[in-house]
Structures are given as structure tokens and as C-alpha cells.
């Protein structure tokens, strides 16, 4: 049986309870002078299906010689996904890869047993004012992925599946939904979509996965006679059937979720893992800093400095 943080025998379900299970108000967190919205984790959501951060980056706009510089830092136990509507990052990791993140495409870093990435506004972008505007999500792996090799894909934004009709436009930007299949692989049951709508316009949420999740970057929607505003995730129960509408000046929504994780995940730093034990030999590999023979390494062409572990 899949695990459900939210699911308990005494909370009703179906017809006794609301279309809309929770409804998450991101926390603002300033990175340096440039802010992101932190949907999840939250305090009462982990994860929706296997998604386990959310974070909105921006809309920030950088003076010429300024821009984000995250140095190298690892990861265990999960994939992410930075997807970008505005702006350029250049990501460098371990495993040799040299590839700029641009709107509308997907690179899918898979960490595995471990990986170390820098994310930077380097070379000629900082030689004028630029724009950055996007989410940055993390997969949980499942228990059985874990500890597999690290990787990477890049997917063009026009290998994407794209739905056109009735008022919306909708991208498929992960796994499966609507008939159609994101062509990255993977680890379990997912569908995240990116899906753009004008005024009135209706999206039935995917209605073939357990656990789903909105999030609204721009405009409004209403679902079930609420309305809700930018900024704000709503994650629907189980089984019942949700629509959600724009309001009157349209709306850009994520759609998110899947299947349920096999069990709770810990969370410390950049790692997530199903075990205590795993996030702390984790620690101490990245704090020996053997880059030769340990278990991590840093990224080819961005070695020269890293980011410590906290405490």
C-alpha cells in the first residue's frame, strides 16, 4: 500500500469533506539579495506524489556584472528540475556536464548515490542587465533508486508534449498525463505540467494519478466556487474530480504530482533519503572533501571553491 502523509482513517472522505485538501502560502526566503517562494516541503505537506522542494525563483532582474552564483554543492537521494520562463543558468556537475538551463527546456539531474552541480550567471550574460524568472523542483527517488548512479538529460523545450485547445496551452514538462508522455525517464509515477490559460478557460486536473497539486505562478483561479491568487498550492484529495478556471485576466498554473513515495523521506541540506544512516554518511563524505578518491567530486571547469556543510 502506498504511503499518503495526509491520509488517516478518522479524516472523512468524499462527499463529507472539501475538493481541496490543503492549500499551501509559500515562505519567502532571501538568498542573497534575490528571493524564492518555498512551496514545499511544508509544515503540512512533505511531498505531493514524489515532489519533494518547491521553490519560485524570482521574477529578479540583475544589474550588468550581477546575477545568481551558486558554487558547487552535492546532492543525494533525488532528481531535479529547474525550468525557467525568463532568464538563462549555466549548470556544470560531476559527471562532466557543461549545459545552460533556457526557457521552456528540462534538465533532469538524477543524484543518485551522489552528484555535486554549480548553478551560475557567468560569461557574457553578465554583461548587461538580465532577467530570471522560474521553479526549481526536487523528485524524491524511490527506495530502491537511491543509491543507483548519478545522471543527466537535457530535453529542448520543442521535444516537449504540447496540448493547444479551448482557451489553454499546456506543456508536459515530466512523465505522463492528458494521453501524452514527457520524454525524460523517470523513477516512479509523476506528471508535472506547465499550462497557460486565458480568461474563463477550464484544465481538468489528470485524474489518473492519487496525488496532485496546483500551484499558481500568475492570475487567478476559482475551483469548486473558491477563488485563489498567484503565489498560492492547492493539493486536491484523492479520487475526486477537480477543475480549475481562470479568473478573469487568465492564470499560469503547474500541475503536479503522481503516485504516493514508499515511506517518509529525511531532509538535511541538499540531501534526501529514506534513512537517518544515509543522510549521515552522506554528510561526512562531503565534509572529508576526498574530490579524488571519495564519494563525491566536484564539477570539471567550476573546482576552484565549494559550498561547505551547514553546522
Known sequence: MSWNPALDPDIPIGDAVDAIETVIVPRARDLGG??????????????????????????????????????????????????????????????????????????????????????????????????????????????????????????????????????????????????????VKVFSETFYADALLEAGAS??????????????????????????????????RPGDRISARAGDAGARVMLLGGATMDGPRHIWWNFVASSKDKIDAAKEAWRAGDWAHGRFKLPPGDDGEFIPAPG
Do not use: C
Not at 52 to 63: H, K, N, R, S
Not at 212 to 228: E, H, K, N, P
Open 34 to 183: 534575490f528571493e524564492v517562494r518555498r512551496a514545499l516541503p511544508a509544515p503540512k505537506r512533505q511531498m505531493v506524489g514524489p515532489f519533494i522542494f518547491f521553490d519560485q525563483m524570482g521574477p529578479a532582474e540583475f544589474l550588468t556584472g550581477q546575477g545568481i552564483d551558486v558554487r558547487p554543492h552535492p546532492h543525494i537521494g533525488l532528481a531535479t528540475v529547474t525550468y525557467l520562463y525568463k532568464g538563462k543558468i549555466h549548470h556544470r556537475d560531476s559527471l562532466g556536464t557543461d549545459q545552460w538551463i533556457e526557457p521552456g527546456a528540462v534538465n533532469w539531474m538524477v543524484a543518485g548515490h551522489g552528484i555535486t552541480h554549480s548553478e551560475r550567471a557567468d560569461g557574457d550574460l553578465r554583461a548587461a542587465p538580465h532577467s530570471l524568472f522560474g521553479l526549481q523542483t526536487w523528485v524524491a527517488l524511490p527506495e530502491k533508486d537511491e543509491d543507483g548512479s548519478a545522471g543527466f538529460e537535457h530535453a529542448a523545450k520543442d521535444t516537449l508534449p504540447l496540448l493547444e485547445g479551448e482557451g489553454k496551452q499546456v506543456r508536459l514538462i515530466l512523465g505522463s498525463a492528458y494521453g501524452e508522455t514527457a520524454p
Open 203 to 236: 484544465i481538468p486536473m489528470p485524474d489518473n494519478h492519487e496525488d496532485r497539486g496546483l500551484y499558481i505562478l500568475t492570475g487567478s483561479v476559482s475551483v469548486s466556487g473558491q477563488d485563489f491568487e498567484a503565489g498560492q498550492m492547492l493539493v486536491f
